[in-house]
């Protein structure tokens, strides 16, 4: 068995797969730089990530894919679950080697497993875009703390820097510790020193501005008012608005 350590960064990924066409040896496991070694390793070794060697592979893939299967790599490298690493490495492996895109080669386990992962982490993006409710805090600056399944933030930025262009913002993410903060002219990526104070999707109601309490009263007001019972189906609303996404919502708190 041969194994690479790498830095866990999808730049450190593509310098890896660089080496080891570099190296004319693939690995059949890859590891973090911490993670125990197998038991049967036969060979190991360690990847520097640089950033030219990630470049020229990206390049390349440019080259052989279309933008939106380049697109749909990043989303399963953001999907961040477990083996996700290894199925893109095998994925750009095959995309090297072969003379044809294989993009639409659904037949092939590895293309179909790409495809189903960036999916999954596509309509998670898109939920993130439909049902996320930012609050205004006390400085006059939108809160929205949220917490996906998989890292999609960096997927949505640009839309709700395009959507709340006019007005200050912070969209964070609660599980990974991190978000970003736009100030009327640019988009920041920073973390908070505690996210004890917003969790569950919701601002604590002392850092809220006082009309922000009051417009989410009037909302929930307008929103049951409007309700029809007769029409309410429990089934059909949580297949369109899944639960794990109410949290975010006034309307549902």
Same mark, same amino acid.
């Given at each position: 068995?041969? /194994?690479?350590?790498?830095?866990?960064?999808?730049?450190?990924?593509?310098?890896?797969?660089?080496?080891?066409?570099?190296?004319?040896?693939?690995?059949?496991?890859?590891?973090?730089?911490?993670?125990?070694?197998?038991?049967?390793?036969?060979? &190991?070794?360690? /990847?520097?990530?640089? !950033?030219?060697?990630?470049?020229? /592979?990206?390049?390349?893939?440019?080259?052989?894919? +279309?933008?939106?299967?380049?697109?749909?790599?990043?989303?399963?490298?953001? !999907?961040?679950?477990?083996?996700?690493?290894?199925?893109?490495?095998?994925?750009?492996?095959?995309?090297?080697? !072969?003379?044809?895109?294989?993009?639409?080669?659904?037949?092939?386990?590895?293309?179909?497993?790409?495809?189903?992962?960036?999916?999954?982490? &596509?309509?998670?993006?898109?939920?993130?875009?439909?049902?996320?409710?930012?609050?205004?805090?006390?400085?006059?600056?939108?809160?929205?703390?949220? +917490?996906?399944?998989?890292?999609?933030?960096?997927? /949505?930025?640009?839309?709700?820097?395009?959507?709340?262009?006019?007005?200050?913002?912070?969209?964070?993410?609660?599980?990974?510790?991190?978000?970003?903060?736009?100030?009327?002219?640019?988009?920041?990526?920073?973390?908070?020193?505690?996210?004890?104070?917003? +969790?569950?999707?919701?601002?604590?109601?002392?850092?809220?501005?006082?009309?922000?309490?009051?417009?989410?009263?009037?909302?929930?007001?307008?929103?049951? !008012?409007?309700?029809?019972?007769?029409?309410?189906?429990?089934?059909?609303?949580?297949?369109?608005?899944?639960?794990?996404?109410?949290?975010?919502?006034?309307?549902?708190?």
């Amino acid at each position: 068995m041969i /194994v690479f350590r790498y830095d866990k960064t999808y730049e450190g990924l593509l310098t890896a797969i660089f080496d080891a066409y570099f190296r004319k040896t693939f690995p059949d496991k890859l590891l973090g730089t911490d993670d125990i070694e197998p038991m049967f390793a036969e060979e &190991s070794f360690t /990847v520097i990530t640089q !950033s030219d060697k990630a470049a020229r /592979v990206w390049k390349s893939l440019e080259k052989k894919l +279309s933008a939106n299967a380049c697109n749909m790599l990043t989303y399963v490298w953001l !999907s961040e679950e477990d083996g996700s690493d290894e199925l893109l490495f095998q994925y750009i492996r095959k995309t090297v080697d !072969s003379k044809r895109t294989i993009e639409t080669n659904f037949a092939d386990e590895v293309v179909l497993k790409v495809h189903k992962l960036a999916m999954k982490v &596509s309509k998670e993006r898109l939920r993130m875009i439909q049902f996320v409710r930012f609050q205004k805090a006390a400085d006059d600056v939108f809160f929205a703390p949220v +917490s996906p399944d998989h890292n999609c933030l960096p997927l /949505v930025i640009d839309h709700f820097k395009d959507r709340f262009a006019d007005q200050k913002w912070i969209l964070y993410d609660t599980k990974r510790d991190y978000g970003f903060y736009y100030d009327l002219k640019t988009v920041t990526e920073m973390t908070l020193e505690t996210s004890a104070r917003f +969790s569950e999707g919701k601002l604590d109601e002392a850092l809220m501005a006082e009309d922000e309490k009051l417009f989410q009263q009037l909302w929930k007001t307008y929103f049951k !008012s409007m309700a029809i019972k007769e029409r309410i189906n429990p089934k059909l609303h949580r297949q369109l608005m899944p639960k794990r996404y109410w949290k975010y919502m006034t309307e549902k708190q």
